[in-house]
């Protein structure tokens, strides 16, 4: 099975990702951590996407596009994959896909996680951070007495990321690149949208049965 999943910022892909990659028994592959890898491990786009990322820069789609090629060519997504998050405009689709036909690749599912905007920002800006020892909490389900992290007693705070303001950027931006990518899919007659709201379990069987 090879499938991609996508959805807005906080609807929780990376979470389902890393269940139906347990389940289906296929590798989950993150941009974000194939690029950690890759620069880790000292490849030559490796190096390439370092340059980048040192001076603060996005890393260009030739070299995302190439390092994904390099992973999926590993022996452990031979049997499938779930690739999280990725492509999120439409050149890196219409890359993607060109990738897939000198591969041979057939993609099995396209799907879009979908939960309305008041519902992500409302989780979004309630997640809090221990300054001391790094753990999340959200004030929609965690009882917290007071700003003390319930492990260690550290402060916890909001981080600017996770403010109104910030989020609200991160939602125009989504909407900007990734529209013309679902309308992509859609065409191709790919894309299946999946109601992301409910609990984790919930979520999960709802993306199971539009795998099918």
Excluded: W
């Excluded at 990702?17 to 786009?45: C, M, N, P, Q």
């Excluded at 999340?136 to 389900?141: A, D, K, S």
């Excluded at 931006?173 to 309308?183: F, L, S």
């Amino acid at each position: 099975m090879r499938i991609i999943l996508f959805g807005p910022p906080g609807v929780g892909k990376g979470t389902q990702a890393k269940i139906l990659s347990k389940d289906l028994k296929i590798v989950h592959i993150a941009t974000g951590d194939i690029l950690r890898e890759a620069v880790s491990r000292g490849t030559e786009l490796g190096k390439k996407a370092k340059a980048f990322m040192d001076r603060g820069e996005l890393v260009p789609d030739d070299v995302v596009i190439g390092i994904i090629h390099d992973r999926l060519r590993e022996r452990d997504a031979k049997n499938g994959f779930i690739l999280d998050g990725f492509p999120r405009t439409l050149p890196q689709a219409e890359a993607l896909d060109k990738v897939f036909d000198k591969m041979k690749i057939k993609i099995d599912r396209v799907m879009s996680m979908e939960v309305d905007k008041e519902v992500l920002m409302n989780r979004l800006t309630s997640r809090r951070v221990c300054r001391n020892c790094g753990s999340i909490f959200n004030l929609l389900v965690d009882k917290l007495s007071d700003s003390k992290c319930t492990k260690c007693g550290g402060e916890i705070y909001q981080r600017d990321d996770d403010k109104r303001e910030t989020i609200e950027r991160r939602f125009e931006v989504y909407q900007n690149q990734t529209r013309p990518v679902k309308n992509y899919y859609g065409t191709k007659k790919m894309l299946v949208e999946v109601d992301g709201i409910g609990e984790i379990e919930e979520v999960t069987g709802r993306l199971k049965l539009a795998i099918g």
